[in-house]
């Protein structure tokens, strides 16, 4: 079945420190892959999301990339804020309208001033 | 962008009890809405996938008889825990995605934590 692996939490860093949260798949064919951030005390939003292999998603000064031969999606930033302090779910979407969502475990990121 | 709106956003019941939870598509039509549940510091687990006009699909595991689900509209699915216990007590999001949206992107209401005393 499909499955994503999300390194383990919590991450705390300095604010400007260059943030990198790694995110594998297992699926089989091509996915989506989406990255989704949830602040405290708020519901799930869309970070950014690629559709095909070599994809570059971007947000907010987020980045992933698709990378089939690896099967992941990393997200990386290069200089944290405050503001980013959240929980962040890599997740997959097998092929096909209305697919569910696999979830990775989530990764709570705190930045400090 | 599309909005999914949640309600309530915080129950409080008595054990043996049933709560309904309603999960809106306001600015777009949902032929398919998927309710998660979501326990503290971990992440989200599906637990049925809504469908309108016909039952839903539950995962393994979730007791369908306990988490009844109703996508009786376009618009609309519902939730109810039915004879909640304290175990039941989590955090229940729904989520949905436009049928013309790029691929699979699915969006999220913001919850409903539900407490059982």
């Known amino acids: 079945g499909n499955s994503v692996t999300q390194m383990e939490g919590p991450v705390t860093l300095s604010e400007e420190a260059f943030l990198t949260i790694n995110c594998t798949y297992t699926?089989?064919?091509?996915?989506?892959l989406f990255w989704y951030v949830q602040y405290p005390g708020e519901g799930l939003q869309l970070l950014l999301k690629?559709?095909?292999?070599?994809d570059k998603g971007s947000n907010k000064g987020f980045e992933a990339t698709y990378r089939k031969e690896t099967t992941s999606f990393h997200l990386e930033k290069g200089s944290v804020q405050v503001s980013d302090s959240a929980v962040y779910f890599c997740?997959?979407?097998?092929?096909?309208?209305?697919?569910?969502?696999?979830f990775g475990k989530g990764i709570t990121l705190s930045v400090r001033p | 962008g599309a909005v999914v709106s949640q309600h309530p956003s915080w129950v409080i019941c008595k054990s043996g009890t049933s709560v309904k939870i309603e999960c809106r598509s306001l600015?777009?039509?949902?032929?398919?809405m998927f309710w998660y549940r979501q326990f503290p510091k971990q992440s989200l687990m599906l637990m049925a996938t809504?469908?309108?006009?016909?039952?839903?699909?539950?995962e393994q595991g979730v007791e369908k008889d306990k988490f009844l689900i109703n996508h009786a509209s376009l618009t609309l699915s519902t939730l109810t825990v039915t004879s909640a216990h304290p175990e039941d007590s989590s955090f229940y999001i729904c989520s949905a995605g436009p049928p013309s949206a790029v691929k699979n992107i699915q969006y999220f209401g913001a919850g409903t934590r539900l407490s059982v005393l």
């Open positions: 997740a997959l979407s097998a092929a096909g309208a209305n697919s569910k969502l696999t």
């Open positions: 600015d777009f039509q949902a032929t398919t």
């Open positions: 699926a089989t064919g091509y996915p989506s």
């Open positions: 690629a559709t095909k292999a070599d």
């Open positions: 809504s469908n309108e006009g016909s039952k839903a699909t539950y």
